[in-house]
């Protein structure tokens, strides 16, 4: 790609650069002699017009890990993946074209049609061109800026295109459920004075902003995120997110922590154990990469949303009044589907009428000339020839009906197909509802369970501690009591002996302290035991969970393999009747080059018929045939091959694709041709022609066409073989010049072999 093109390239960004910017590591890396620069963490090259390109590493990393988690099911790509993240995996097996266009159908199925996708091993040029056609087609129907990029980037593997063609694809896959359709609880999300139409139309990135805030002030966290990057590269609010929308794994108080390297360890660790870490790593994270910042944040909003069904009224109504909104868009989809069914059956209506209008005025004006005709007969042939006309026209009448009971059957079926494809598309989205519907309350109640199961342990537990607390306080206020009535008893007792009592009444308290403290010390070994038997009780429900998880996830495994192997089934058949096809057009070509080839050898034998001379002998010699040898530079020659090899940069006389070129050659009357090469400017043939008798002033024309099926064939320029050249044969190149009569604007060489031989 040309670098004034990259002004207004939609791909420039942190991962993606190709011009100067302000920032150095924003865009166009500094040129030194005309060597790129290497910058921490990307990859520099150098462009085919001589600017530098340059592309994250990291970026390339996380692309490729999430393509071969993506596209691991695919049989047509087991023998390319999984992709080695570390190295240029990705640009190389996207440049042989089918990478891409799985990728975009698996974003959204259906966009590509899978039998025009060429999926054998090893294709050739035209059909990776096929390919890569398919997948730019494909990618600017699923909403990606394709502007300035052509099959011949992607082949070529130019990295900067390839990413951002995939950063696109990607992001628009990750950003298609975030919106009020698919998750109606997002109204919660809305602000005070905020109309529902305008939230209903606010973009996907600013939804996923929202929502991060939103869980950020239920927790009570002061910060705030605007953006993707400088706003989440401590990690803090990273963590403060898992802990809302999982609090069961992550733990409240997990952003105190005051390092932030060792915060975006724990962010990637939590990840890993709810199952979302995809394209961040710590070090991407510390750095504020936005686009996998992005793409992360909105993989955790699509399998953990964390968002309760609003139980106020003002949310209620706000749900109510989306709701509604989304029934009219419904509504007004199917009303313009069904008007576009009944503008097309008019349509076709219509035309039937006007063909049957044809057929009238035609059927009158065979009439009219009949009875013109039948006038000039006479009175027995005109009886004749009206019970023909009445037979025929009979047989007419018969055919007219039953080719109008034909098309009424047609019509019939055609509007049959219409209304059960109706039927089915209005029951596709009724269970595709259904199903959002089933899978939002099963979230709710499952919150709601483990919300319940929470409040319930905390309960219990603070019940047991409060009895426990009791428990011990009345045992120590018994034991008060009895030492006291101990004590007073014995004063009662024994008066007389005062100093004596004194001491045992200082034992006594000494004996009443180590009962205290062995009552203490029993108090903290009973709590601590019940601690652990509540961490026991606490980690079994934990497993319990867990192994629930686990099994509803191999079921799901389970049904997704299923639905690949039938798909799997579908494709091989479809490559079977494709395979057979191919066999008989394989067949037919070869059919139609035998005859060209006998047609070709029956004018080759017809051209190489031996020369005979008459020559004057004394008597009684005859007539006699002499062969003639050719020497170097001596004329006629007998026998002169022209080997038309090959073209390099012919002109391009077509608007939308290459030229089609090939070579006329002429002489004396004699005018044979090559074959046509599609679509190249660089053509190969490799065809041998032969002339005989070539006299010192011969001259071969060569002339370079272009063939245009619909108009005149286009002037590619000519070439001239004189004297010069049949005295110096051999193999070089000859320049496409203009005609003698007028200025072609041409350009290009073809290389040439001439070899002049005797008979």
Not at 121 to 139: C, K, R, Y
Not at 177 to 196: F, G, S, T, W, Y
């Given at each position: 790609m040309s670098g004034g093109w990259a002004a207004t390239n939609p791909f420039a960004g942190p991962g993606v650069a190709s011009q100067p910017a302000p920032n150095p590591g924003y865009g166009n890396i500094p040129l030194n002699q005309g060597a790129p620069q290497q910058m921490p963490g990307?990859?520099?090259?150098?462009?085919?017009?001589?600017?530098?390109?340059?592309?994250?590493?990291?970026?390339?990393?996380?692309?490729?890990?999430?393509?071969?988690?993506?596209?691991?099911?695919?049989?047509?790509?087991?023998?390319?993946l999984p992709l080695n993240p570390n190295s240029d995996d990705l640009f190389r097996v996207a440049s042989q074209g089918l990478l891409l266009c799985k990728l975009i159908n698996k974003i959204k199925p259906g966009t590509i049609n899978e039998r025009r996708i060429v999926t054998k091993?090893?294709?050739?040029?035209?059909?990776?061109?096929?390919?890569?056609?398919?997948?730019?087609?494909?990618?600017k129907e699923l909403g990606c800026s394709v502007i300035n990029i052509g099959g011949t980037d992607l082949i070529n593997g130019t990295p900067h295109l390839i990413l951002g063609?995939?950063?696109?694809?990607?992001?628009?896959?990750?950003?298609?459920?975030?919106?009020?359709?698919?998750?109606?609880?997002?109204?919660?999300?809305?602000?005070?004075?905020?109309?529902?139409?305008?939230f209903m139309n606010v973009t996907p990135e600013q939804n996923l902003i929202r929502w991060f805030n939103y869980h950020l002030r239920r927790a009570g966290h002061p910060r705030q995120v605007n953006n993707f990057s400088s706003d989440i590269a401590d990690g803090e609010n990273y963590l403060v997110l898992l802990s809302q929308i999982a609090p069961g794994v992550v733990p409240r108080d997990s952003c105190r922590e005051p390092n932030p390297s060792r915060r975006a360890d724990m962010v990637c660790s939590y990840a890993d154990r709810l199952d979302c870490r995809k394209f961040v790593s710590p070090g991407d994270i510390l750095a504020g990469n936005d686009k996998l910042n992005l793409a992360f944040t909105a993989y955790l909003f699509n399998k953990y949303p964390g968002l309760d069904m609003p139980d106020d009224n003002v949310s209620s109504a706000r749900l109510q009044e989306a709701e509604s909104l989304l029934q009219e868009k419904f509504k007004r989809e199917d009303e313009e589907r069904r008007l576009r069914w009944e503008q097309e059956e008019a349509d076709r209506q219509r035309r039937w009428q006007q063909e049957e209008a044809e057929r009238r005025r035609a059927l009158e004006d065979e009439e009219a000339a009949r009875r013109r005709a039948l006038e000039q007969l006479s009175e027995q042939e005109r009886l004749q020839r009206e019970a023909l006309d009445r037979e025929a026209a009979e047989k007419r009448r018969q055919l007219e009906l039953m080719e109008q009971q034909r098309r009424q059957m047609e019509e019939e079926h055609r509007r049959q197909d219409m209304l059960r494809e109706q039927q089915r598309l209005e029951e596709e989205e009724r269970r595709r509802r259904f199903e959002a519907e089933q899978k939002r309350r099963e979230a709710m109640m499952q919150e709601e369970a483990a919300r319940r199961r929470e409040e319930d342990l905390r309960r219990q537990e603070e019940e047991r501690r409060r009895r426990w607390e009791e428990e011990q306080r009345r045992q120590e206020e018994e034991a008060m009591r009895r030492e006291e009535e101990r004590q007073r008893v014995a004063w009662e007792q024994d008066q007389a002996r005062l100093a004596l009592?004194?001491?045992?009444?200082?034992?006594?308290?000494?004996?009443?302290?180590?009962?205290?403290?062995?009552?203490?010390?029993?108090?903290?070994?009973?709590?601590?035991?019940?601690?652990n038997q509540q961490a026991e009780l606490q980690r079994r429900q934990t497993e319990q969970t867990m192994q629930t998880i686990q099994q509803q996830q191999w079921q799901e495994q389970q049904r997704q393999q299923q639905l690949a192997e039938q798909q799997r089934q579908a494709q091989l058949l479809e490559q079977q009747r494709q395979a057979q096809l191919a066999e008989q057009q394989r067949q037919q070509q070869l059919l139609i080059q035998q005859q060209q080839w006998q047609q070709q050898q029956q004018q080759l034998a017809y051209q190489t018929q031996v020369t005979q001379t008459q020559m004057y002998v004394p008597p009684p010699a005859t007539t006699i045939t002499t062969t003639t040898t050719y020497v170097r530079g001596r004329y006629p020659i007998p026998r002169v091959i022209v080997s038309v090899i090959r073209g390099r940069r012919m002109s391009k006389k077509d608007t939308l694709s290459r030229s089609d070129p090939y070579v006329v050659l002429m002489h004396n009357g004699l005018r044979l041709k090559t074959s046509t090469i599609k679509n190249t400017q660089d053509p190969v043939w490799n065809q041998d022609f032969e002339f005989r008798t070539i006299m010192e002033g011969d001259e071969i024309v060569l002339n370079a066409m272009d063939y245009d099926r619909f108009s005149k064939d286009d002037f590619l320029g000519e070439i001239r073989l004189n004297k010069q050249d049949f005295d110096n044969p051999g193999e070089r190149w000859y320049q496409l010049n203009s005609r003698t009569y007028r200025n072609d604007n041409v350009h290009g060489d073809i290389l040439l072999k001439i070899t002049c031989l005797g008979m």
């Open positions: 990307r990859q520099a090259y150098g462009g085919s017009s001589g600017s530098t390109h340059s592309y994250s590493l990291e970026e390339r990393r996380a692309f490729s890990e999430y393509l071969n988690q993506l596209l691991a099911d695919d049989p047509d790509l087991k023998s390319v091993p090893n294709p050739n040029t035209f059909e990776v061109m096929i390919n890569h056609d398919l997948a730019i087609q494909g990618a063609l995939v950063w696109q694809s990607v992001k628009i896959g990750l950003l298609s459920q975030i919106n009020v359709d698919q998750h109606p609880e997002l109204v919660v999300m809305m602000d005070q004075n905020e109309d529902v139409k305008t009592q004194s001491q045992q009444a200082a034992l006594e308290e000494q004996k009443r302290k180590l009962a205290a403290d062995q009552l203490e010390v029993q108090r903290q070994q009973a709590w601590a035991q019940y601690n």
